[in-house]
């Protein structure tokens, strides 16, 4: 989604680096995808979470 609106941004594989699975659990989650926008985590895909966090 962000990808087809022109948006960049980090993919963080957590099954091809210790560093970024520890840095997400380090955060609370346990499952992905996580997207972080400004200070706003989003577990899961929720399509409208994410426009909003954009919008913000």
Known sequence: ??????IA???RD?????AYL???LDMG???TPVTIIGDER???YD???IEAALRD
């Open 47 to 49: 399509r409208a979470k």
């Open 14 to 18: 957590v099954g091809k680096s210790s």
């Open 42 to 44: 989003i577990q899961g």
């Open 22 to 24: 520890t840095e997400l």
């Open 29 to 31: 989650f346990q499952g």
């Open 9 to 11: 941004f980090e993919d």
């Open 1 to 6: 989604m962000l990808a087809q609106k022109g």
